[in-house]
């Protein structure tokens, strides 16, 4: 059964830190394309990082490089999103996803786009105050 199952979503001040940690099913976890989005209230999901497990290749969107860390745990079935230096901008739904039909992975590297992912979790709620 398909599953991804999000948690360490919060509050916190402009400048603190928070983790996001999402647990996925092996059928989809395992040498695959998985990814962080974000989306708040009449916005357009929009990808945030994304890895492949396999290989372990990471990719970020422009705005969160070199304060977001996108990481997984193979014991664990879990990847992670550790998140630096926030910023209210960075404020929204995050929701962890997994590339079902595996169009990630080769030289081009994992999709960044909601369209080519295929599960989705819950979501879980990141608000950051200035």
């Known amino acids: 059964q398909v599953q991804l199952v999000e948690s360490g979503g919060g509050s916190v001040q402009a400048g603190g830190s928070l983790t996001l940690a999402c647990f996925a099913s092996?059928?989809?976890?395992?040498?695959?394309?998985l990814g962080w989005f974000r989306q708040v209230p009449g916005g357009q999901r929009e990808g945030v990082a994304q890895?492949?497990?396999?290989?372990?290749?990471?990719q970020y969107r422009m705005s969160v490089r070199g304060r977001f860390t996108i990481s997984h745990d193979d014991a664990k079935n879990t990847i992670y999103l550790q998140m630096n230096r926030l910023e209210p901008d960075d404020s929204g739904t995050y929701y962890c996803?997994?590339?079902?039909?595996?169009?990630?992975?080769?030289?081009?590297?994992?999709?960044?786009?909601?369209?080519?992912?295929?599960?989705w979790g819950q979501g879980t709620q990141v608000a950051v105050s200035q």
């Open positions: 996803a997994a590339d079902t039909e595996r169009i990630g992975g080769g030289v081009f590297g994992c999709p960044n786009k909601a369209v080519d992912f295929g599960a």
């Open positions: 092996p059928d989809i976890y395992n040498d695959n394309c």
């Open positions: 890895i492949h497990t396999g290989g372990g290749t990471t």
